[in-house]
């Protein structure tokens, strides 16, 4: 029960980010949602994986490592309350 409402609270809030811009987020948190996003969505990152990338895909894979500690749903609670602060502004 309370990871269905986990769940509901993390895709409401994505459903949110998704209808912000760019420009009126700051790139530590445009960094930040991403990391929590694909922690809660992919796990924990798998260099492995990755062949080559840009500067910019440096940074997101910076920021998704230093979260890898996080479990899915910590990832997701972490994404919400963003959004939620983003909100009270």
Known sequence: MIEKDLNTRFLKAVEIASEMTQASLPQDVQLRLYAFYKQSTLGTLDLKQLSYYHLRDAFKT????????????????QYIEIIDSLLKK
């Open 62 to 77: 910076n920021a998704w490592m230093q979260i890898s500690h996080l479990t899915a749903d910590e990832a997701k609670q």
